[in-house]
DNA sequence: AATGAATGAGAGTTCATTCAT
DNA sequence: TATGAATGAACTCTCATTCAT
């Protein structure tokens, strides 16, 4: 293929991973036919195998694409020099922009990418793995400097600020009147502080009794 | 379907919902047949249809089956009166151990009820809008006694609560070597504390101002 | 079986064929579900085959149900010896009366009885084919008593008195408003005088010439 | 669907309706299965889907396409200036020799329409009924031109018509060999002048006063 | 005499996929 | 580059039938 017609093959690709991705999103991936997806682009449904081995393949695309950019921008944050509270905050930016911004392709690898034959999975999980890594490197950092209690748990931090923006952004791209940098702030300000009232001069070790003496029963 | 004696029917009725919550979590809904329902069941496919008129319909049931006794157990911690922290502490526990007792239900009512007719949806939906209610109706208490900062979005903070114990629930019903307990802590510590370090003496307006700094670009 | 319970059996078995009438009638046979039969009978569906063997059989009873009393009535008018317009306007009267009277099971015989398995099929038709004779006959010797025109097909003439009646037994049971002793009366005159004005003094020939000189190519 | 260059489709499409209507014709709507409708065309069931919606649909499409030229011709014949007498003949041969050339399509119309959605079958009946009314204009004209006995009840005499034609319809689906040309004949000589004998010369009010005579008791 | 429960075969329908054009 | 046409497998659902009780 000359240059040029490589390039309309790409970008009729590209919209094909798009109109995929919003299919998906909104149907999930059973749920979506071949046909609803050639239907957004503007084809026909036989024309998308021209651009896909497969759905399975168009999954794939899809999830890669969501997932790239987003870590790729966590690389930014992570090798930036800023303290720990602002690189927390472009984490949560660049997170619940995302869906947004990069259309539905997020929500999608994270909800669809089970559907995925095991070594894609595996693949994309990595990439995946390699974001949350980053957040807890970031999270030691923190600790490290002093920013952050060194009672933390890390994996748990990390895991619980991407759980708590997966969260909203189901409600992000269901919902296009959400305020996006509100939440922002919402969820930073929680994840820093917590929701508790301070008083004028207060232990740590208070805040860890109050859960402690709750006498709580493992069942 | 039987008048008296029901005990048979009904018994095995409750079987049915049970094996398609655990397909439809694993699976989602229609990524599920009805075949792989029967089968974990133990029956034919075709006698399915003795218990469910159509494969929605057993969806409707599963998530009915998710949030009925979620929903319970939150009026329960609602009219109880603890102080907030324990109340807090409670919906979390509740919320996620439901992962863990009430097999999959509840995830299921959270993926997948968009796939239901919109009179049944919306009928379980006022059932899942009512917790969240309760929720926040228990962090208005909360800044009312001063537990809380009275700055915070109590509308925000029920359905930051929710997210984050769903995010975890995921993670459970996935992994059953987690540690139901040691999450539960965490996450109670996380909404109440946050993970920034205090120092011995500190202001408020300190943690907002951190947040406000970043000279965050609205896009 | 004691002789009473035989009864009690032999009364249900002929309320299960007037159940299977009625709704062969409405769904036609392959549109009907023993389930449909069952509930207008007030049992379960399982319990039918208490009374029929299969679905089959239970149409061969409607069937021959439906038209034993027609072909009996027919033998008393065949045996009479009235004058043939009384014949005839007494097989019309049986005929269409059938539908009213004898629930729908002739109609069932008439559009239903194809499904049967062939031994079945060709027993009952025999009974229909003996109906047609005799009305044969019975034209046949109107012919010889002067009553009818030497011209005419006797087995021409059986089939469309059946044919019209048949027509008009689908209007009498979909309508029940219909006024029976009305379409009886006009059938009968039809069939004996045409719809012809007569002028006084008249000759047959030209009412045949009148057909003949169309000119009609036969295709 | 395409647009242009829609003759392949067109063509096919039309041959899967003629085969719905032999499949029809011949087993009823319910007793049809789409499989045999598409190994009468020559194709894989799930093709059939191509060209139809549903199986519903090609019952509606086989019905229109029963019903349509008949229809039309009606039109031709209704709007012609024969006398009453050709005018019939030409009605009965138009309605027997549908049976013959358009398939088994009238058939279908005839016996199945009832299982259409309620729309499609009004929206078709209003077709079979102007059938009928035109044929009631041309019995009235009949009437007023001295053709017809002013005593005959037009709506009665249509009906008639059309019964004995479908009844005579039904053998010649089914019996290739019956000689169209022969029934024709016979059918309009029934129609015009019944069967009885005429005497050289004759009263009308003797025919009537046969029937009369009769003595018949209403039920 | 009747029923609840289950079954298995087959129905209509959808859909990912293929391929000649 | 794209499409019309077709396919076959899978799916949901129905239903006649069986049988222990």
Known sequence: MPET?????????????????????????HGSSTKDIAERMGIKQGSLYYY?????????????FGITDYVDRM????ASDQPFEAKLMAT???????????????????DERLYLPEAKRITLKSLGSGYRQLLEMIFEEGVQ???????????????AVIGICNAWGDVIVRDPDV?????????TDLLLNGFRERRKIQRTDDDIDVAGNLNYQKN
């Open 179 to 187: 305020d996006l940098f509100d939440i922002i702030q919402k969820c």
């Open 5 to 29: 017609e490589n390039n309309k093959y790409q970008h009729q690709r590209q919209q094909a991973i798009r109109s995929a991705a919003a299919v998906f999103a909104e149907k999930g991936f």
């Open 75 to 78: 690389n930014g944050i992570a």
């Open 52 to 64: 896909f081995k497969s759905k399975e393949e168009a999954l794939g695309e899809v999830c890669l």
């Open 145 to 159: 400097s002093g920013a952050l209690r060194d009672s933390i748990d890390c994996h748990f931090a990390a895991q």
């Open 92 to 110: 949560i930016t660049s997170h619940l922009s995302s869906y947004r911004e990069k259309n539905e392709a997020l929500k999608v690898y994270n």
